[in-house]
């Protein structure tokens, strides 16, 4: 009788025991790869650059401010608490007005403004709210290096003022705060159906904004630095 007691007791009290026990850790995230497709407004701070006392760029092309098209693709190299990686992006923006003779009446001519960044960095991503508690926010920061070689036309080329060609390259460094919305919840379905097919794992929509220090590091002539926004869509693979 009382085996039979014991033998009963243990069938009830096992699973109850069972199912305290705390699930299965997930299987861990796979590193993976995104890109980025974005466009900003982009205004150089060429009044900010030493012994400048009006902004060449207002004055040229009035208060108005460049389209920026940019790639970016950022590669994970640890997944755990978010998402650390290493990024690589290139950029480029032009802006045209006609140009001003000496005696500030404006030329027949066109005059433009060509930049191409390129920025090395370093990217975090809290993908913590989206992976655990299906909180489909996504914020980020990134901070790194950015190259910027600029040039300016006239009438066709590469204008030449004084002697000096218009064109160069400016150094510095670049930060990023944004926020991307995981797109799945739209459509699971298709969403799982992507990732199955073309390894898509997940679509962002997303807005930052940028702050750059483009100077030189604080170097004299053309001061490329600038505060400003950009939208996009990202595919994570």
Same mark, same amino acid.
Do not use: C
């Given at each position: 009788?009382?085996?039979?007691?014991?033998? =009963? +007791? /243990? @069938?009830? $009290?096992? &699973?109850?025991?069972?199912?305290?026990?705390?699930?299965?850790? #997930?299987?861990?995230?796979?590193?993976?790869?995104?890109?980025?497709?974005?466009?900003?407004?982009?205004?150089?701070?060429?009044?900010?650059?030493?012994?400048?006392?009006?902004?060449?760029?207002?004055?040229?092309?009035?208060?108005?401010?460049?389209?920026?098209?940019?790639?970016?693709?950022?590669?994970?190299?640890?997944?755990?608490?978010?998402?650390?990686?290493?990024?690589?992006?290139?950029?480029?923006?032009?802006?045209?007005?006609? =140009? +001003? /003779? @000496?005696? $500030?009446? &404006?030329?027949?001519?066109?005059?433009?403004?060509?930049?191409? #960044?390129?920025?090395?960095?370093?990217?975090?991503?809290?993908?913590?709210?989206?992976?655990?508690?299906?909180?489909?926010?996504?914020?980020?920061?990134?901070?790194?290096?950015?190259?910027?070689?600029?040039?300016?036309?006239?009438?066709?080329?590469?204008?030449?003022?004084?002697?000096?060609?218009?064109?160069?390259?400016?150094?510095?460094?670049?930060?990023?705060?944004?926020?991307?919305?995981?797109?799945?919840?739209?459509?699971?379905?298709?969403?799982?159906?992507?990732?199955?097919?073309?390894?898509?794992?997940?679509?962002?929509?997303?807005?930052?904004?940028?702050?750059?220090?483009?100077?030189?590091?604080?170097?004299?002539?053309?001061?490329?630095?600038?505060?400003?926004?950009?939208?996009?869509?990202?595919?994570?693979?």
């Amino acid at each position: 009788m009382s085996r039979a007691l014991l033998v =009963a +007791t /243990l @069938a009830v $009290g096992l &699973p109850a025991f069972a199912q305290g026990e705390p699930p299965p850790k #997930p299987p861990p995230l796979p590193n993976t790869t995104i890109i980025e497709l974005k466009l900003g407004f982009y205004q150089p701070k060429t009044g900010s650059a030493p012994g400048m006392t009006e902004d060449p760029y207002v004055q040229t092309f009035g208060n108005s401010a460049m389209l920026l098209g940019e790639l970016e693709v950022d590669r994970s190299f640890w997944r755990g608490y978010g998402y650390l990686g290493i990024g690589f992006s290139i950029a480029y923006a032009e802006k045209y007005a006609k =140009a +001003t /003779l @000496a005696d $500030g009446s &404006p030329s027949a001519e066109a005059t433009g403004l060509m930049v191409f #960044p390129i920025q090395v960095m370093a990217v975090y991503r809290y993908d913590v709210l989206a992976t655990r508690y299906h909180i489909p926010f996504v914020p980020y920061i990134e901070a790194g290096l950015v190259i910027e070689p600029w040039w300016t036309r006239k009438g066709g080329s590469v204008e030449v003022v004084n002697g000096k060609t218009g064109s160069g390259v400016k150094w510095g460094l670049g930060s990023t705060i944004g926020l991307a919305l995981q797109m799945d919840f739209l459509d699971p379905k298709y969403a799982r159906e992507a990732r199955e097919d073309s390894g898509i794992y997940h679509f962002y929509l997303f807005g930052e904004f940028n702050v750059n220090w483009v100077n030189n590091f604080g170097g004299n002539g053309l001061n490329l630095s600038s505060n400003f926004w950009t939208f996009g869509l990202a595919f994570e693979f």
